[in-house]
Structure formats: structure tokens, C-alpha cells
């Protein structure tokens, strides 16, 4: 099936005591056994729930795996993978993350005795390079928060089944429509489904997919064993919203394109971030294994004073934190979201304090420009 199709349709069916065509939202947390140790294949809402099963399928199909599980977010699932390595582990990890995940790994499972090294996987020589005898996990972030750096995912998946390790992807920014990474060969893909795949800010979630049997079967045991499950109203909520990624990612997209091209040619900026700009050093990269270049711009504008004008005085986009919403959204990094990294760390991959990072939402794209230069007088 297409990808629209699968969208709609994939993990969901009318249901079959009413033939309501949305799938109910299962809001239980037990379920009636017939007699002692026979049940209908529901327990406990903690670890079966038919809303929950339904939004697992129906990402799956559209991220082309087999197999999805569901956490409350995008950070609890990136800590279940890490139910994948033990302690005395080595992890290798894009050097420009989302600054929770770094929060996460660097201050958090470091002390359970994960080891981590960061590198530059723009360059797949890096990932080699940095692989140990006890490294057993490959992390990778393509395109980066908020640096948008591209890692040549085939490449790097080719290099994790040479040296039997497994191949993570985040690929939050891009969504199943404009990327599959299990299709390149990676092993696991993550979604935070807070940001596109949710697009109306109104969710925090985040998702696992996989094709591994094996893997499947870990991480469904820790999913069910931590507890960290979203509410059957949130996904009922990222169902209805997965019916409309096609369209929305297409206007993400379509905007983000002109909205760059201003920011280019503007003459305001140091330097703008974005896969679709032919001058970006990965733009044949994202053509060959991106269908589509997102809606995320990063743009230095060289001073801090000129960055805090436009964030102070937009009125269209929302400062604010998160993004992938249907309304455009701007944000500071190094205060907000990698505020968690230190600011050496962060110079050395060019978030600068001057840097700004739009998520450019859906509405009318002359809108969003003005914007700016409003901003700016």
C-alpha cells in the first residue's frame, strides 16, 4: 500500500460491536478474565491495551518495520534501549543529539556504567574509528538537533553488521515520510512522537520500531516492566494525527524550502542549516536518502543581540520549546533544548549562542517571512 493509504488505514478497522470507524479508546486499566487463567488476550492496561496496539501498528507500517512499541515519551524510549547493553558497555553516539538524549546518557546512564564516545558520524570513518572491543550499540541522529548533519545511514548500518552491533536511528525529524531507515539496514528507529508524527502539539510520546524478532521481544519485556506506557487518549490522539503526516510533512516541507531560501538570501545571517540548500555540504546525501527535507532550519546570525530581537519579537512563530507542530515554532538551543551540553561541546559542532532554530510550521509561507523582517525592524 502507499504510504497515505497506510497512514489512514494500516493497524485500524471498524470496530466490530458498533462499526465505528475510528478505534475506540480503550480507557481501562483491567479486563475480565473468562475463568482462571483464560483471558481474551487483554491482562492489564499496563501491558495490553487494543488503542495502544492499534497506533503501534499502524507506525510500524508506515516506519516499514515489523514490530513497534509505544513508551510516554520520546526519552523513556531512548532509556529502554539501553535495556538492550549492560553495564561495562560502549556505546557510539552522533556527536550533535537532541539535548535530552546527551542529558540522558552523559549524566544519567553513565553512572550504571555505560560507556559513550561522540563522534562526528557525518563521517562513517569516525564510527569505525571509535569502536572498541566492548562497544555494542551504535546511536545515531540523522539530521541532528539543531545542527541538521546527515550520517550516511547505509554506510553506517553496513559498518554495525560488520562488527555485530546494533544500528539506532533518530529519525524524529525526518518522520517514516521522508525517511526509512530500516530500509538502509538499521536495526531500530526512534521516534519522539511528540513532534511530527503526533504535528498538534498537544501529545508527549515516543515510539520503537524495529523488524528484529529478537529485539522486539527485549524491549516489549521492558516496556512492560518499567511502566513507561502513553495513556490510551494519547494514542487515540497520534492516530488521528498519522492519517494526516502525508499532507502535513508535504507543507512542512514546501515551506521550509522558501522560508531557507529567505534566510539565505536575506543577508541577516552568518549561515543557515538546512539539507535542501544546495550549499549544504550533505545535499546529495539527503537527496539520495531522504524522499523530502523537513521542516527544521537552524540560522546563526552572527550576534546574540540580533538572535534575542528575532526571538523576543516574533508574533507568528511561538517561542517555545519541541517542535514538528503544525504551527511554526523558534527556539534558542544552547538555552533550551541543549542547554544540558556544555558550551565548549557545543561550539566545537557550531552551536553558537547566536544560533536559532526554526520549526517551520504549515501556515501561509508569506506569513512566516514577514514575520522576521518584523522582527527585525
Known sequence: MGFSTDAIH???????????????IYQTSTYAQIELGKHKGYE???????????????????????YAIAFSSGVAATHALMGLVKAGDHIVVSNNVYGGTYRLFELVMKDYGLKFSW??????????EAITPNTKMVYLESPTNPM???????AAAKICKEYNLISIVDNTFMSPYFQNPLLMGCDIVL????????????????????????IHDRLRYIQNSIGAIPSP????LVLRSTKTLAVRMERHNQNAIQFADFLNNSGITKKVYYPGLVNHPQHELAKTQMRGFGGMISADFGNI??????????KIFTLGESLGGVESLISHPASMTHASVPKDEREKMGLTDSLVRFSVGIEDIEDLISDIQRAIQ
Request: glycine residues 8%.
Open 119 to 128: 563522534v562526528d558520524t557525518s563521517d562513517v570513518k569516525n564510527i569505525t
Open 10 to 24: 494500516a493497524g485500524q478497522k471498524p470496530d466490530e460491536v458498533t462499526g465505528a470507524v475510528i478505534t475506540p
Open 148 to 154: 541538521l548533519n546527515l550520517t550516511d545511514l547505509s
Open 191 to 214: 521516534h519522539s512522537s511528540t513532534k511530527y508524527i503526533n504535528g498538534h502539539s498537544d501529545v508527549i510520546g515516543g515510539i520503537i520500531v524495529t523488524s528484529s524478532e529478537k
Open 305 to 314: 543581540e540580533l538572535s534575542k530581537k528575532i526571538l523576543n519579537n516574533v
Open 233 to 236: 487518549f494519547d494514542c487515540w
Open 44 to 66: 492489564y492496561g499496563r501491558t495490553q491495551n487494543f488503542t495502544r496496539q492499534a497506533m503501534e501498528s499502524n507506525i510500524a507500517a508506515l516506519e516499514k518495520g515489523k
